[in-house]
């Protein structure tokens, strides 16, 4: 199985900063790379599929980049709604697997 | 819109098979190219990928709990399902069903809400 580390595990910030949670692979998945946002109780939604593709509905201050092995998240101008926890995913190979997720808290 | 729909038991005696069903609503489970998938998620942890089906009646499971594990479809109901074998404390999780889209890359576009299920006699 392909192992996928999230850093930081946890992240304190304020309503309009910018957040960066990097997403790496233990083997190259090209692109293919997906960003999930999940609040408490609820199921995860996706925010990013192929690294750096929005998924439609998603607000444009979330962006994804990378290739290989490395991949970033980022969240430009923090809203409320953002405090969430984050978990990446990779499709390159089955089975298909998430990192441990990056909580995302209000400071 | 898609929804999806979890339904089982949310009790399972260790050593019993935990079965759940996933009802697909607003479009036909057998149109288009989707995978079906179940994914579960312990209190306070990470999301572990079951397995999924095909339309075409093709699975695809984690190696982990492929001898344990069934997911099956019933396009006649729309429903797909899940069947975990010899549970034990280990495999008490909320559970999701989840769509899976291949657009350029293979990810999970609809979720079901999840359902709780604990494994305790």
């Known amino acids: 199985d392909i192992q996928m580390t999230q850093s930081p595990s946890s992240l304190s910030a304020s309503v309009g900063d910018r957040v960066t949670i990097t997403c790496r692979a233990s083997?190259?998945?090209?692109?293919?790379l997906n960003w999930y946002q999940q609040k408490p109780g609820k199921a995860p939604k996706v925010l990013i599929y192929?690294?750096?593709s929005l998924q439609s509905g998603v607000p444009s201050r979330f962006s994804g980049s990378g290739s290989g092995t490395d991949f970033t998240l980022t969240i430009g101008g923090l809203q409320p709604e953002d405090f969430a926890t984050y978990y990446c995913?990779?499709?390159?190979?089955?089975?298909?697997?998430f990192g441990q997720g990056t909580k995302l808290e209000i400071k | 819109q898609v929804q999806l729909q979890e339904s089982g038991p949310g009790l399972v005696k260790p050593s019993q098979t935990l079965s759940l069903t996933c009802t697909v609503s607003?479009?036909?489970?057998?149109?288009?190219?989707?995978?079906w998938s179940w994914i579960r998620q312990p209190a306070g942890k990470g999301l572990e990928w079951i397995g999924r089906?095909?339309?075409?009646?093709?699975?695809d499971y984690t190696p982990s709990l492929k001898s344990r594990v069934t997911v099956s479809i019933d396009t006649s109901k729309n429903q797909f399902s899940l069947k975990l074998s010899s549970v034990t404390a280990a495999d008490t999780a909320v559970y999701y069903c989840?769509?899976?889209?291949?657009?350029?890359?293979?990810?999970?576009?609809?979720w079901g809400q999840g359902t709780l299920v604990t494994v305790s006699s």
């Open positions: 083997q190259s998945i090209i692109s293919y």
């Open positions: 995913q990779q499709s390159y190979s089955t089975p298909p697997t």
């Open positions: 192929a690294a750096s």
């Open positions: 989840a769509r899976g889209i291949l657009l350029t890359t293979f990810y999970f576009d609809y």
């Open positions: 607003g479009g036909s489970i057998s149109s288009g190219s989707y995978y």
């Open positions: 089906i095909y339309t075409s009646g093709s699975t």
